[in-house]
């Protein structure tokens, strides 16, 4: 994905190294850079469209607060949600931020902006005996039932995201010592536990992969579809939303909500904030936060049990 074509020397030099400094300062993936060159973008189809005829894109030093504010009210107009409008708010700023420090223009046009009211939204939880039925669903007489039920105990059990899942490798694996090596967000690495309910389905699955015409590409990858080939996002969707089907659950279930429920049962059980922040590879605790939406009893136990003062 590149920068819009036309769009003027100082636009392209000035995209081309926030990408390097993305790349090469603060270490993001590539679909992350994607995304914030994608929301510059569409700053720059506004700007080309709504100037003059024959007059040129405003250069990066010129864009004010009002421009900023005049392609939000159109995103907004043509039918994205607030949460829709505050990310590629943050895109933006994030660009604006980078010219800032660069010293290539005085102030970020991103700061007076209000960012849009995205409401707190709390996730789909699964319970203990949820996630036991969706277990129990599994059709372990099909070839691939111990494969499905290993996707089921790793995403619960390690609190995976669905690409981080698709993309574990053998050579991440350390049984002995109980734990994965992760590869998340920004190609960053944690060391996650896994527990002996996710070895044993892993163990029992490897007999079924090793039987296997695995592909050379994809001999190191842990979840295989039938063709010897590493298994698609798709795939674990498909998986999880017939096996939660077959369960009789009437939630709207997904991968990620193995993770949420992951985060939430620690918290409940008393694990503290800043380590599950670091077994889901939350960069701010604030994202942790969401899972701290425990019933007040619970609460009031916890601080009169610890309180010097009850």
Not at 38 to 43: A, E, F, G, S, T
């Amino acid at each position: 994905m590149k920068a819009l074509p036309g769009i003027g020397k100082v636009w392209e030099e000035a995209i081309d190294d926030f990408l390097i400094y993305l790349r090469l300062e603060r270490s993001l993936s590539e679909n992350t850079r994607n995304a914030y060159l994608h929301d510059v973008n569409m700053l720059l189809e506004h700007l080309s469209q709504t100037s003059p005829a024959g007059s040129s894109v405003p250069g990066p030093s010129d864009i004010r607060d009002e421009h900023i504010e005049l392609f939000l009210a159109r995103v907004t107009d043509s039918g994205s949600s607030p949460r829709t409008q505050a990310r590629i708010l943050s895109g933006l700023n994030a660009f604006f931020r980078f010219l800032t420090m660069e010293k290539r223009i005085v102030a970020n046009p991103c700061s007076p902006v209000e960012s849009p009211k995205t409401g707190r939204h709390l996730p789909v939880v699964l319970s203990l005996n949820e996630i036991e039925r969706i277990l129990e669903a599994v059709d372990l007489s099909l070839p691939e039932g111990h494969r499905n039920k290993a996707i089921i105990e790793v995403l619960y059990g390690c609190g995976l995201r669905v690409s981080e899942l698709t993309g574990l490798k053998l050579s991440q694996m350390f049984p002995k010592q109980g734990f994965i090596r992760v590869i998340g967000k920004g190609d960053k690495q944690r060391l996650v536990p896994i527990g002996s309910h996710a070895l044993k389905a892993l163990s029992l699955y490897y007999h079924w992969r090793n039987s296997l015409n695995i592909k050379p590409s994809d001999d190191d990858y842990v979840f295989l579809n039938r063709y010897g080939r590493r298994i698609s996002r798709n795939m674990v969707f498909i998986i999880v939303r017939e096996l939660a089907s077959r369960a009789g659950l009437k939630k709207t279930i997904s991968p990620h909500t193995f993770r949420h429920s992951f985060a939430t049962h620690l918290i409940e059980n008393g694990a503290d904030l800043r380590v599950v922040q670091e077994m889901l590879g939350h960069s701010s605790i604030l994202t942790t936060e969401i899972y701290t939406h425990l019933d007040t009893a619970f609460w009031q136990h916890t601080i009169l049990d610890h309180h010097p003062r009850p």
